[in-house]
Nanobody, 127 residues
Framework: QVQLVESGGGLVQAGGSLRLSCAASGRTFSLYAMGWFRQAPGQEREFVACISRNTEIKYYADSVKGRFTISRDNARNTVYLQMDSLKPEDTAVYYC????????????????????WGQGTQVTVSS
């Protein structure tokens, strides 16, 4: 089992920044590819960003490319999502997820492939 706990959400004005954190416990964090997803009210959960085990590979949704940055610190068992130039349409509950990855450079963009999920953290961007 892997337990994931997100933090860092909140209310911010458009154009502002937030940094989300996701702390993992329970298994060897460095064996898992990590991802961030979000779900707005009335909408399906959507992919935001993901990062490989060894941090070399990162992938972003087009809607956040150039504004969001995913990173991880395997020594601290934590994955981050730096969100800059936030827009009202970024308002959602943000979830982190973990997928056991046999290969160090694996990245995962499909939510059904992830094994573990956090409880989510609310991000609200006001206009």
């Amino acid at each position: 089992q892997v337990q994931l706990v997100e933090s860092g959400g909140g209310l911010v004005q458009a154009g502002g920044s937030l940094r989300l954190s996701c702390a993992a416990s329970g298994r060897t964090f460095s064996l898992y590819a990590m991802g961030w997803f979000r779900q707005a009210p009335g909408q399906e959960r959507e992919f935001v960003a993901c990062i490989s085990r060894n941090t070399e590979i990162k992938y972003y949704a087009d809607s956040v490319k150039g504004r969001f940055t995913i990173s991880r610190d395997n020594a601290r068992n934590t994955v981050y999502l730096q969100m800059d130039s936030l827009k009202p349409e970024d308002t959602a509950v943000y979830y982190c997820a973990a997928d056991f990855a046999a290969w160090p450079k694996t990245v995962v963009t499909q939510d059904h492939e992830y094994d573990y999920w956090g409880q989510g953290t609310q991000v609200t961007v006001s206009s």
